[in-house]
């Protein structure tokens, strides 16, 4: 069985993280097959993992000030910032379709496909476990994955150009001088749209498939629609704690 590859290209950051959401629904329902989805968020957000404390991790008064929007996602790990410069990609699937043994075997597997990928454009990159990739010892990619009914979201972020002095101020608990970006690091302007491409080629070769290009389905559009009236457009749940 082959997968699905979206491209919700800049988007806002309430709608991508529902669709995500809806995206293993509508995998869980057996509606969808298994799916990459790429986007960049057309605006500075933070997103805060499932679990973390909005006033342990975020000042409030500053992301007003910036217009950094807050949201919250259903998978785990710290609070992170992200912005157009910024690619995210997601991989929902079926853990019964693929071979990994543990949360960490994901995590490598996916890290690995990264690191590869930056290879074939000249860039140097490290996997460190259990899901950072580093650039010159300083963190430009991380992922969380939740499992829920026998689907796995794992999703992550490649720093390409982002404003990481922002970062910096909004995020209470940010590691100044460990994070950056490939740009700050390399000086090299990437392209998006190249760095998709190698991406979804690594990902081809790891879980052995081809990735058809299509969009949402209109079962996915409702359960998005559902999602941001339940969740997402709620203060009650991007902050929650």
């Not at 605006?43 to 993992?49: A, E, K, M, N, R």
């Not at 490598?108 to 496909?113: D, L, P, T, W």
């Not at 990928?117 to 950072?132: H, L, M, R, S």
């Amino acid at each position: 069985m082959g997968w699905r590859q979206l491209d919700s290209n800049i988007s806002d950051p309430f709608y991508v993280t529902a669709l995500d959401e809806a995206i293993s629904i509508a995998r869980k329902d057996d509606k969808v097959d298994n799916t990459l989805h790429f986007y960049r968020r057309n605006t500075s957000t933070i997103s805060v993992g499932r679990s973390r404390k909005i006033d342990d991790d975020i000042d409030i008064d500053i992301c007003k000030k910036n217009n950094v929007k807050i949201v919250r996602r259903t998978t785990g790990g710290g609070s992170i910032y992200t912005d157009k410069g910024c690619l995210i990609y997601s991989l929902i699937f079926d853990k019964n379709s693929l071979r990994f043994s543990s949360p960490l075997d994901i995590f490598e597997s996916i890290c690995n496909c990264l690191v590869s990928a930056f290879k074939k454009i000249d860039i140097i990159t490290w996997y460190k476990q259990p899901n950072d990739i580093l650039l010159n010892e300083k963190k430009i990619s991380g992922s969380a994955q939740i499992l829920k009914e026998d689907i796995i979201l794992i999703h992550g972020t490649v720093l390409v150009d982002t404003n990481i002095d922002l970062m910096n101020k909004v995020l209470k608990q940010s590691k100044q001088g460990y994070v950056s970006t490939i740009y700050r690091e390399t000086k090299k302007n990437i392209s998006f749209t190249m760095l998709k491409n190698f991406l979804k080629k690594e990902f081809e070769v790891t879980f052995d498939t081809g990735f058809e290009k299509t969009d949402i389905t209109e079962y996915e559009e409702k359960l998005v629609e559902k999602l941001l009236d339940e969740r997402y457009h709620n203060d009650s749940w991007n902050y929650m704690r």
